[in-house]
């Protein structure tokens, strides 16, 4: 059984704000357990536009508390809201593919241990 790396992601905001994101594989848990959905299909449903505002917020929540900041979701949708939305969506995206990336290198990566 291979583990998954830890992929870590700077997250820079308006006002030189900027947090350390992490899409570990606790991290896609939390997030999964948080909102009942897998992590592959929240990232259809944000492809689709059918992910909500309030669950990208708490994606975002996750993965920036996983990059070791204390923060709140009001703090995350303060951010958000100077960002705008779009901005937002398409950061939540890229955590989606780094998380997802980082499980797909982990599985290859233990397949070619194997052969």
């Known amino acids: 059984m291979s583990i998954n790396p830890i992929k870590a992601e700077k997250l820079n905001f308006p006002n030189d704000v900027s947090y350390k994101a992490r899409m570990s ?5 939390r997030i999964e357990n948080a909102l009942g959905c897998a992590l592959l ?4 449903r944000l ?11 708490t994606i ?11 923060v709140k979701d ?4 303060r ?19 780094l998380g997802l990336n980082a499980s797909e290198s982990s599985e290859e990566s233990s397949l070619e241990k194997k052969n």
């Open 74 to 77: 009001n703090d995350v949708k």
């Open 60 to 70: 975002l929540t996750l993965a920036i508390r996983a990059g070791g900041n204390d």
């Open 79 to 97: 951010i958000v809201d100077q960002i705008g939305i779009i901005e937002g969506i398409k950061i939540t995206g890229e955590l989606i593919a």
């Open 47 to 57: 492809a689709g536009g059918d992910l909500t505002l309030s669950e990208c917020i």
């Open 25 to 29: 594989l606790d991290t896609m848990i």
């Open 41 to 44: 299909k929240l990232g259809n």
